[in-house]
């Protein structure tokens, strides 16, 4: 089944706290993506990566890193959580550098930092 | 640059009744245009879009949208509303400048009324 997997679905964590939320995607995909959705905004984009060692900030990358190292996995780091990067976030992947294409996403992760 | 306007944060409709959710983009080139549905705890999955050729887009589960250039809008519509079209909606648009940027609306939760 085509899929993209993230987790962990649901993590509390505290202030400075490393963590590191995965995403895999079993599509061959190009394009990887990180959103994060906030009630009244949307999605917003933090970083997306066109292939392989290939990655760029998107709207809202403070306070976030990513690494692509392998075509299928495309992990999402927070350095050090502030309470303000409490949100749900998706990942996110689509065939290449076509705009017309689905973008195919996780179930979401839920992070509360405290 | 692109961007997405959702008219109503929630829309009621009652069961049977026309659902129609609004949208209105803006972009300096033609676009590409999507409506993705989030059931609750999951991710967003594609509906419908228009890329090119016909204007009506027939999608998923009954809806379909229609993109009007003059109006600059790609409002989503379903005859009969079901009970289990109760989800949030996201209009989106995408065209070939800016990295091949997805631009999500705030969207629209949509309640269905027994």
């Known amino acids: 089944e085509a899929q993209v997997t993230q987790n962990p679905r649901y993590l509390i964590t505290v202030t400075g706290k490393k963590l590191t939320v995965t995403c895999s995607q079993n599509?061959?995909?190009?394009?990887m993506s990180w959103y994060r959705q906030d009630p009244g905004l949307g999605l917003r984009q933090i970083y997306y990566?066109?292939?392989?060692?290939?990655?760029d900030k998107g709207d809202v990358p403070e306070g976030y890193k990513v690494s692509r190292k392998e075509k299928r996995n495309f992990p999402l780091i927070l350095e050090s959580p502030s309470p303000n990067q409490t949100s749900l976030y998706f990942c996110?992947?689509?065939?290449?550098?076509?705009?017309?294409?689905?973008?195919?996403f996780g179930e979401g992760s839920w992070l509360t930092v405290v | 640059a692109q961007s997405v306007t959702q008219l109503g944060s929630h829309v009621s409709v009652s069961e049977g009744a026309l659902v129609l959710l609004r949208c209105n983009y803006s972009s300096s080139v033609p676009p590409y245009l999507f409506w993705y549905v989030q059931y609750p705890n999951q991710g967003l999955q594609l509906l419908l879009k228009?890329?090119?050729?016909?204007?009506l887009v027939k999608g998923i589960n009954g809806f379909e949208a229609e993109f009007k250039k003059s109006e600059t809008s790609f409002h989503l519509t379903k005859p009969s509303a079901h009970m289990s079209d109760a989800a949030e909606y996201f209009c989106?648009?995408?065209?070939?400048?800016?990295?091949?940027?997805?631009?999500f609306g705030a969207g629209t939760r949509l309640f269905v009324k027994a």
């Open positions: 599509m061959n995909h190009e394009y």
């Open positions: 996110a992947s689509s065939l290449g550098l076509y705009s017309g294409n689905t973008i195919y």
């Open positions: 989106a648009v995408s065209d070939n400048t800016g990295g091949f940027k997805t631009i």
């Open positions: 228009y890329t090119t050729g016909a204007t």
């Open positions: 990566s066109m292939n392989v060692e290939v990655t």
